[in-house]
């Protein structure tokens, strides 16, 4: 994959991710309604791929601006990632040498590996998650299960003991996914379909569409890492 | 002047430094959870206290909705948000995190039956402690009018 397709599938999915985000928070609030309208029409205009390097510039502002107005994220993990995807996809088209420009785009695919392998480690090494009880804990009483019959999973251990060793393998044996093309498609087509369980649990939508729209960076670091190997 | 410069980029790299370098440390451990409970009254002194949790889940979730809520699920979003700015509120006790609360409240009361009544929330956390589902109330917010005005109970 080149590093322009890559980026045009990158801002495309980005641009969606955030459409769906802007538009929820327009019809959910009054305030800065403004400011998430002019965010929806930017994120149109990142889909249809137009003046994308000032429109990412003008959206990467407007992210700094939420950051203060919300003290932090709105939305946790998937609005660092959001944040974190614009970052570099304004970078990589405002760094003047190519060079540069894949080293932005690369810490993207980078930081999406960190992003599974990570939190992989820090369940392993917790007691907690080895045993079920960390998953039984989120089902009895955090706040993410999206409705009460979901909480009767809490009292299912072997179940949980399950689900809990099926995420953290998965997160942990991500990275070795990079090593041959067909093996990265499997990892991510696990990783979309991990994402949407959370999201179909735990009401995490906003994670499946941000990390989507950090995959092509990582099919396109494969392409480039195989590419200098090869010579 | 030179030292708001200072200050505001000092805030600037609060905030952009765990989005540039983030940790990804994702259900490192499960903590005690937040709820959200309200209770309104017609009077300002808040005798009557019945607390009810604001915008409680839902029994049950159809696979259809669950669908659905891929693409629309604004008020899902908006209260993990609010769970967010009740644990800020216990790490370092905020106005922001407070009338953020604040504003969603009064918000959902007003146009109802409860206009120009007072109202107040308290923060309950829930955790696991020596095999037994445990409740504490952890914070309990000042009383405002569900006009939005600010009220010294």
């Known amino acids: 994959m080149t590093l322009d397709l890559a980026v045009r599938m990158t801002e495309f ?43 990412t510039l003008l959206l990467w502002g407007i992210g700094v601006f939420q950051l203060y107005r919300f003290q932090g994220p709105y939305n946790g993990g998937s609005d ?4 974190l995807v614009l970052s570099m996809l304004a970078l990589t088209y405002w760094l003047p040498e190519k060079r540069w420009q894949e080293l932005a785009f690369g810490y993207l695919g980078l930081q999406l ?23 039984r804990n989120v089902f009895e009483f955090s706040a993410y299960p999206v409705s009460e019959s979901l909480r009767g999973w809490a009292g299912r251990p072997s179940l949980l003991l399950f689900m809990s060793w099926s995420v953290i393998l998965f997160e942990l044996v991500f990275p070795f996914s990079f090593l041959h093309p067909i093996s990265l498609t499997i990892g991510l087509a696990v990783a979309a379909t991990f994402h949407f369980a959370n999201a ?13 729209s950090a995959y092509p960076s990582l099919i396109w670091l494969q392409d480039r890492v195989l590419e200098g190997i090869g010579g | ?47 009557d206290e019945t607390w009810q949790e604001f915008w409680p889940r839902p029994v049950y979730v159809s696979v259809l909705k669950m669908l659905r809520r891929m693409i629309w699920n604004p008020r899902w979003n908006e209260n993990l948000y609010l769970m967010s700015c009740a644990e800020r509120l216990m790490s370092h006790s905020t106005r922001h995190s407070v009338d953020e609360i604040f504003d969603r409240l009064i918000a959902d009361l007003l146009g109802g039956k409860y206009e120009q009544s007072y109202v107040q929330f308290r923060l309950v956390f829930l955790y696991w402690y020596e095999g037994k589902l445990h409740r504490q109330v952890t914070y309990l917010s000042d009383v405002r009018r569900v006009s939005g005005d600010s009220c010294d109970a």
């Open chain 1, 13 to 55: 999915l980005l641009g969606f991710a955030l459409l769906l985000q802007s538009v929820e928070y327009v019809y959910s609030q009054r305030r800065l309604r403004w400011v998430f309208l002019l965010r929806s029409l930017l994120s149109v205009v990142l889909i249809s791929g137009y003046a994308s390097e000032w429109t």
């Open chain 1, 113 to 135: 590996i960190l992003s599974y392998f990570i939190s992989g480690w820090v369940k392993v090494v917790n007691p907690e998650w080895r045993t079920g009880a960390a998953l």
């Open chain 2, 1 to 47: 002047m030179g030292l708001s410069v200072l200050n505001w980029i000092a805030e600037t790299g609060r905030l952009l430094l765990p989005v540039l370098v983030p940790s990804w440390r994702f259900f490192d451990e499960i903590a005690p959870s937040p709820r959200i409970e309200y209770c309104v009254s017609s009077s300002a002194t808040l005798s």
């Open chain 1, 80 to 83: 660092r990632m959001g944040m």
């Open chain 1, 200 to 212: 179909c649990l735990f009401g995490l939508n906003r994670f499946f569409w941000i990390w989507l």
